[in-house]
């Protein structure tokens, strides 16, 4: 993950268990977590694996599945900058 973003959630990302359907991603601290979402169809970049963002929390979003590579994700809510994803 890449970009310049506030709160900093850029770092490399390991696969996990799949969820509705779909690969999930976690940062390797675990502190942030990509996965989908199937209720709304978004991936989400989120600080806890399988629950969207809080509201008021930062986090960042990707409308669509699969996820491509490379996928921008817009920010939402107190989050900052675009998150650019990319599977090394």
Same mark, same amino acid.
């Given at each position: 993950?890449?970009?310049?973003?506030?709160?900093?959630?850029?770092?490399?990302?390991?696969?996990?268990p799949r969820i509705n359907g779909e690969p999930s991603y976690s940062r390797?601290?675990?502190?942030?977590?990509?996965?989908?979402?199937?209720?709304? =169809? %978004?991936? /989400? &970049?989120?600080?806890? !694996?399988?629950? $969207?963002?809080?509201?008021?929390?930062? =986090? %960042?979003? /990707? &409308?669509?599945?699969? !996820?491509?590579? $490379?996928?921008?994700?817009?920010?939402?809510?107190?989050?900052?900058?675009?998150?650019?994803?990319?599977?090394?």
């Amino acid at each position: 993950m890449s970009g310049d973003l506030t709160p900093d959630a850029t770092g490399t990302y390991k696969r996990g268990p799949r969820i509705n359907g779909e690969p999930s991603y976690s940062r390797l601290d675990n502190a942030w977590h990509v996965y989908y979402d199937d209720d709304d =169809g %978004w991936h /989400y &970049i989120t600080t806890t !694996l399988g629950v $969207p963002p809080a509201p008021h929390a930062p =986090g %960042w979003t /990707y &409308i669509g599945k699969p !996820l491509p590579d $490379p996928a921008v994700f817009s920010p939402n809510l107190d989050a900052i900058g675009d998150a650019t994803w990319t599977i090394l």
